[in-house]
C-alpha cells in the first residue's frame, strides 16, 4: 500500500467512517484503493486533467 498517496483528509474520514460502521480491515482497505481510482477515471472522461 502506498501509504503516500492514501493519506488525503478525505481518505482519512473514509476510513474512520469504515472503522466506526465495523466493517472489516479489509473493506476498508479496497474501498480506499478504488475510491482514488474512480476519480481518477471520471477526471480523465470528464477532460479535467487536460489543462
Known sequence: M???KKSSPFL???RSTIRVS???IRTEQVYVDWIPA????ESEVNGVGDR
Open 2 to 4: 502506498d501509504t503516500n
Open 12 to 14: 482519512n474520514k473514509v
Open 22 to 24: 465495523y466493517y472489516s
Open 38 to 41: 474512480c476519480a481518477d477515471d
